[in-house]
């Protein structure tokens, strides 16, 4: 036989010799040197075996078990008899909660089964683990489980019945918001979550905010993020996004619980497969500690009679979609159609009945298994930890909702079911009370409640609980941090370069300086801003570990655990939560920073909306810059840079002020005023610029238009002592074009205009429909908007942006002038700026052509002079409309 034929017959027969002799062995190490031991063998053999390349690749999960064995579980601190009629009393009162609403008012929704699945994990939070008060923890609620939580407030007295009556009703005082929103509940919810993906991403980014202060020595805490969220959320690819850095950056201030009840809406999260062990390799996979909790304590003996491991082999072989149906069905089902399978598997349950084995439960029911876990979780060192718990869709729900297909949608029990619920939870209701829902609060001298009360007293306080005090920070004077405005210069340059110059001065502020957080994700040097590389260092925990490539150069990439900047990467949706750690820092630590997050204007809106969106609910403070604005003045970049819409969209969010300014003095101000009214009168209000990259000189700054530039517009300049006049605003460089069409105007037609620098047509627009509410309510009322009262003529409007038409239309509806808007609907292309106004038709050509136009159609004007205007300034007229190319 040859020597290779010799080898592979010996593969064929390890199994049988020698593999047998090293599990032998290794069983010998670990009961004679213990775990930690037989550990440092195994990898030891694991590095020699890489060394001399022999591959293998070992699975990235463990068996499906819990990771904590019984013996390593620990003491459980409460007690759990009490803690049961209280997770009770919760259930009870969610349901009750869901089913009134939707009884009482018709169909606003609402979901049982979500929170029947997590509320033992969140009891275990609120007993044991989540700290209140000054140093509270930061939790992320699983969106669907607030009807729990609001049942918890209830119990310690801080929700009223009313309210409970009134949930998911807001439009009315004291309603309670469907998910946690702390837009609509000032005082209690701290972090949206019903946007899937949201939470865990912002969860990451709030852990990582709290290591940058303390790692700056700005403000040191021992706040600990906690997490929960769905199995099924975990697809959103938010919820992916962090977890590397969460790992890189060893944030062992964060636990996600996932809560695998192996369901999302519609059905299993994976029928086919087995989440929880998909989720593990993940996690495992990035860097984070991962400990299951699957099995509740009455399995413990049964694994204990396991030594074959013949179970977890089962438990291997059993698909999700198929734990769904065994969690659906009785004790004789799952007698017969899973412990069945194997004769020895039989074996290991027969001394229990149908009804022992109906209440073998899962791990993330157990409050044993989940306490340990967390316990494992919150001292763990130097990485994030996430708790895989295996739960039920439904728990408790029987037949109509328990693990069943349809549990997500289900609001509503019948009286049998919820005898049965009531039963099963041994609760103390009567019938009349099951069936006219009514809420379950003990007595304030009650066990329970003495017991939830001293609990939370324990831990600090109630949560969640949001208290936002006014902590004024002093900021600096605009003479001092755009002291350049004030002086006239002949150099070009962009508003971004403006804006930067701004910020460089303001960073050197003693008092605000420190709390500005710059953010980029990528663009720093696109933005003119290398020189904050080495000004105030990219924050960076572990410091620099090697000597940058130009270390000699004074602008050298410097990066630095107590950094300034937050240098995010490629990477819009962690700079934009980065930002909104920043600030929210007012609410979440009452230390109150100012982050300042320039990126390309369109990976702004478009592509994080809904974060921004999210942010608008938490009331963050901080300018969110977009840059390379305007789908004409970022020239060169094409279809998928150029922005034509981030304003439209800003304009949408209630508390964001959007500016799309021409000229750095008026940048300056808005930057001024925001910047004092954020920080100084803690106004819950933010800041969208957007900024761009053209150059051009800048008037010198002129306060008297200050009240202009911030109420959206003023009166730049006026031409209009002519028989025809026409009214041009413009916003951003457009306005330059209006300065030219104004002249070309004059020149050769004669006609007279007054040419208005709007600021923001979104900021006139929603005073304008203040006032056109006012008088809708007030008939009498003849009060007019601020855009009226600057126009204070009747003349035509022509109003251009470099967005889309509809920007400058908002203010439209609240004006009688004839207005033509003029804009870049369309996909962005790539040409010279001057090219690309031209063919949008936003240009002076196009301004002055539109300005005679209007007059003809308010009949001022006849049709041959624009016809003269299209041949005099060669504009096409056989082209296709532009916004449909
Ligand atoms: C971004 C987003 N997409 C869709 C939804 C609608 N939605 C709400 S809950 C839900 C299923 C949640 O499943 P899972 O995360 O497993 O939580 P469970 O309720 O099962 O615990 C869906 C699809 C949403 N809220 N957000």
């Not at 044991?128 to 407030?153: C, E, M, T, W």
């Not at 100012?594 to 403070?621: E, K, N, T």
Request: net charge neutral.
């Amino acid at each position: 036989m040859s020597s290779e034929k010799n080898k592979s017959s010996f593969a064929n027969n390890l199994e049988a010799v020698e593999v047998n002799e090293w599990i032998e062995s290794l069983e010998a190490v670990i009961q004679n040197y213990g775990k930690d031991s037989a550990k440092i063998i195994l990898e030891a053999v694991e590095k020699k075996a890489k060394e001399l390349r022999v591959l293998y690749e070992p699975l990235p999960y463990s068996p499906y078990r819990n990771t904590i064995p019984t013996e390593e579980q620990g003491t459980y601190p409460g007690d759990i008899a009490i803690e049961e009629k209280i997770t009770a009393i919760l259930r009870w009162n969610a349901l009750a909660m869901v089913m009134k609403s939707n009884e009482k008012y018709g169909e606003v929704g609402g979901h049982i089964a979500s929170y029947a699945s997590c509320a033992e994990i969140f009891e275990v939070g609120f007993n044991h683990f989540f700290k209140g008060g000054d140093n509270a923890d930061l939790v992320f609620y699983q969106p669907h489980s607030s009807p729990g939580i609001y049942s918890r407030a209830f119990l310690e007295g801080r929700l009223t019945e009313h309210q409970l009556n009134n949930f998911r009703h807001e439009a009315k005082e004291d309603g309670l918001s469907s998910y946690c929103h702390p837009y609509l509940m000032k005082d209690f919810w701290n972090f949206p979550t019903g946007s899937m993906g949201i939470g865990p991403l912002s969860a990451i980014y709030q852990a990582r905010f709290l290591k940058y202060l303390s790692n700056r020595s700005l403000y040191k805490s021992n706040k600990h993020v906690f997490g929960v969220f769905g199995d099924g959320e975990m697809d959103e690819e938010l919820s992916l996004a962090g977890l590397s850095i969460a790992s890189r950056e060893n944030l062992d201030n964060l636990t996600f619980v996932i809560n695998c009840n192996l369901q999302r809406l519609d059905g299993p999260v994976r029928g086919n497969g087995q989440i929880i062990q998909e989720l593990e390799s993940l996690f495992k996979g990035v860097g984070w500690n991962v400990i299951k909790v699957l099995w509740g304590s009455e399995w413990d003996k049964i694994f204990d009679m396991d030594t074959k491991h013949l179970l977890l082999k089962q438990f291997a072989d059993t698909v999700d979609g198929k734990y769904q149906t065994l969690g659906a069905r009785d004790g004789a089902y799952n007698l017969k159609n899973f412990f069945s399978k194997d004769p020895e598997v039989l074996e290991l349950v027969s001394g229990l009945t149908d009804s022992d084995i109906d209440n073998l439960k899962r791990g993330g029911h157990d409050f044993k298994k989940l306490h340990a876990a967390f316990n494992l979780a919150i001292n763990t060192k130097g990485k994030p930890t996430v708790i895989l718990a295996k739960t039920k869709k439904g728990y408790g729900m029987g037949k109509a909702g328990e693990s069943r297909m349809t549990a997500h949608q289900t609001k509503k029990l019948d009286l049998d079911a919820l005898k049965e619920f009531r039963d099963r939870f041994k609760l103390q209701i009567s019938d009349k009370n099951l069936e006219s829902l009514k809420f379950y609060k003990p007595d304030e001298q009650s066990e329970e409640i003495k017991y939830l009360k001293n609990r939370r007293q324990t831990l600090g306080g109630f949560i969640p609980q949001r208290h936002v005090d006014d902590i004024k920070i002093n900021t600096p004077d605009i003479t001092e941090h755009s002291k350049f405005l004030f002086e006239v210069s002949d150099r070009e340059y962009s508003t971004t370069n403006g804006l930067i110059r701004i910020l460089g001065n303001i960073l050197k502020h003693k008092e605000l300086g420190p709390r500005i957080v710059p953010i980029v994700a990528d663009e720093a040097r696109t933005f003119g801003m290398a020189n904050l590389f080495s000004q105030i260092g990219i924050y960076a925990p572990q410091g620099q570990l090697y000597e940058p490539e130009d270390s000699s150069s004074i602008l050298s990439y410097k990066e630095a655990k107590n950094g300034q900047l937050l240098e995010e990467g490629i990477n819009e949706a962690g700079a934009l939560s980065s930002w909104v750690a920043a600030g929210t820092s007012y609410s979440n630590h009452k230390f109150p920073m100012l982050p300042f997050y320039i990126f390309y204007s369109i990976f702004g809106f478009q592509r994080v909306g809904d974060l921004i969106w999210a942010a608008a609910d938490q009331m963050p403070r901080g300018f969110l810059v977009g840059a390379t604005a305007g789908r004409t003045t970022l020239s060169g970049e094409g279809l998928q840079h150029q922005d034509g819409q981030s304003q439209l969209v800003a304009s949408t969010i209630p508390n964001l002020k959007s500016y799309d300014p021409c000229f750095a003095g008026e940048l300056a101000v808005i930057f001024d005023e925001g910047t004092r009214r954020m920080m100084k009168e803690c106004s819950n209000e933010f800041y969208y610029l957007t900024v761009t990259n053209e150059k051009y000189h800048h008037p010198k700054i002129n306060l008297k238009h200050k009240e202009g530039i911030i109420k959206g517009g003023y009166l730049y300049e006026d031409n209009s002592n002519q028989k025809l006049n026409v009214n041009l605003f413009g916003s951003g460089p457009m306005l330059r074009e209006c300065l030219e069409a104004a002249k070309l105007l004059y020149n050769d037609f004669n006609i007279g205009s007054r040419v208005y620098s709007i600021t923001s047509y979104s900021e006139l627009a929603k005073e304008a429909r203040e006032v056109e509410r006012f008088n809708k309510l007030n008939p009498e009322s003849k009060k007019k908007s601020y855009v009226e009262r600057i126009l204070d003529n009747l003349d035509p409007i022509v109003a251009s942006s470099d967005y889309v038409r509809a920007y400058s239309q908002l203010i439209a509806t609240y004006l009688n002038n004839k207005f033509i808007a003029l804009g870049t609907d369309g996909f962005g292309r790539s040409d010279t700026r001057k090219n690309l106004r031209d063919f949008f038709e936003v240009d002076r050509n196009h301004m002055v052509v539109s300005s005679l136009f209007s007059l003809h159609q308010i009949g001022r004007l006849n049709a041959e002079v624009i016809t003269k205007a299209i041949k005099k300034y060669k504009l096409q007229t056989n082209l296709d409309h532009p916004w449909n190319v």
